[in-house]
Each structure stands twice: as C-alpha cells, then as structure tokens.
C-alpha cells in the first residue's frame, strides 16, 4: 500500500461514516478490517470492531477537508 495513506483506524461504525463522506466527493477509500479477515482464516490477532481507512495519495488533498471536519465531529482532533 506504497500508494496509500492510511487517514483512520477506529471503530467499524464510525469508519463507514467517514467512508461515506468521501465517497459522496467522489473518493472511494479502501478498508481493511484484520479482525473479521483474520476470523474467516480460522484466527484471530487483532482488536474487534476496528477498521483501518485508506485513500490514494493523488486524493489526499480533495479529502483532507472531509477528512478533518469529520474528525473535529467525532472529537479525534
């Protein structure tokens, strides 16, 4: 993920906030949620209910304002 930029990890709920956020501009990040992954496998090594949030790096700069306005509403900033 050489190409991305990790712009959240945090609860499930709260990721699909901000997911569609940037989908409504037009950006559609990448989640990645080890825990269910790793129970599909037959093991689990991670933290329950927690999704990390991806985006392309050429999109940073369109996402940034959705980005910290949902943080600032969630109280992570």
Known sequence: MSETTRIYTGP???AKGLVA???D???NPIE???HDSSLRAGFTMSIA???MVFIRN???QKARPIIDDFL???GDQ
Do not use: A, S, V
Request: proline share 0%; charged share 35%.
């Open 49 to 51: 209910n927690q999704t």
């Open 58 to 60: 050429d999109e940073m």
């Open 72 to 74: 600032k509403e969630i």
């Open 32 to 34: 990645r949620n080890d």
């Open 25 to 27: 501009i037009g950006i």
């Open 12 to 14: 499930t709920l709260i």
């Open 21 to 23: 956020r940037l989908n």
